[in-house]
């Protein structure tokens, strides 16, 4: 039994209602849970109830509006609701789906003046594009304007949570957080870590670094729903001092997380080698460092051997999974299979700006073509998992984000499945569940998104403005 002694209003959403217990690939009997004509029960920013709308309705005389003269009680065991004080207001969206807000992996916001930057691949495409861009990011009002139409494109999408590049700049990351405070959002993000081979005006020192860093986490770590990553940008840009400043920060704040790039691009894994030579694989270069451990995101890994994967296993850290930007930079196939059999932990992330969209709905269709490139298979509901509670658990934050579990943060997205004229003609010819999200993935995109909702608040309406 939950019982809520708050006086706010409870908010019901009556749609088709889809979320994740558990990953596909499990041995779970029901990974999912379904309801063809479902409720989501909302209050104070937190789920109440989620299930059957019929079932539910039957316990109240009246869902619209409907009110009495005590504090609201939940018995799970049979459905039952009774309020007093309360008012229940209850929203319908036929042909709609309701799911969890999407969780991006690995994203970086300062590239979204960039994003479909021609030609190149990922080490020239870091000197002739994003080295570039970035260096306007020491000026706070330039970050916070460009934080503002990131996030508000975030939110048009459906995405709710995102582990985020800031750059080398505080200031970067102060503006950041600071809009997305102002939305309520759950976001991750941290400031760059990069004392050596890239632009000057772009570095910092193994010292300074740690130090602005900390600063920053004092500042935002845990404020809100707001929390760090301790963020090198990847091997070739720090040094061996910097990265052992970066378990540092970890060990003295060991709730923050650490987030990276991991053998991405073939000639990136070369150079590596040559800068150390010590260590026995690219993932081994983190691991002499002590920063592989839980709550350690490595964005790629794209080619990964047994033994890095084993050890992602062994520490809990996890995988973002970049497939638009994989492809776009031609940095190769990765491989989800290897990853499940050594049961590594993945999410998706668009990674923004190599990524070329900021839908999930884009990025699990390219990873869909991704896996049919390796002669395998991604079905639509193991794709949607990495997007919701796939991305929770790499981030380990399952117990807030990433499905309608009780008492769990009402981040959520109503999806109209009649959005364009052919996903509406398309949609009707589906026989079965498995058929319509494997549509959705691949023809969707952000006119899917009717609205977005965190913590139970509309930020984001397709017909208006971002809220």
Known sequence: MITNKKSTAIQAYRARILHFIDNPLSNTDSPYEYFEDGVLVIQDGHVLHVGDFHTLSECLPEFNRFKTTDDHIIDESNNQITSRNQEITLEEYPNHLIIPGFIDSHIHYPQTQMIGAYGDQLLEWLNNYT?????????????????????????????????????VHKASVNAFFSEAQKRGLRMIAGKVMMDRNAPEALCDTPETSYQESKELIERWHNVDRLQYAVTPRFAPTSSPEQLHKAAQLLDKYPSVYLHTHLSENQDEIAWVNTLFPESSHYLGVYDDARLVRKRSIFAHGVHLCDNECARLAQTGAAIAHCPTSNLFLGSGLFDLKQANKHNVTVGLGTDIGAGTSFSMFKTMDEAYKIQQLRKEKLDPFTALYLSTLGGARALDIEDKVGNFAIDSEADFVVLDLAATPLLKFRTEFCQSLSELLFALNTLGDDRLVAKTFAMGQCVHDRDGDNL
């Not at 861009?133 to 009002?141: G, I, L, R």
């Not at 939110?155 to 985020?164: F, Q, W």
Request: glycine fraction near 6%.
């Open 131 to 167: 080295f570039p861009t970035e260096q306007h990011f020491d000026d706070e009002d330039y970050a916070s304007d460009v934080s503002s139409i990131f996030l508000n494109e975030l939110l048009r999408n459906g995405t709710t949570t995102a582990l985020v590049f800031g750059t």
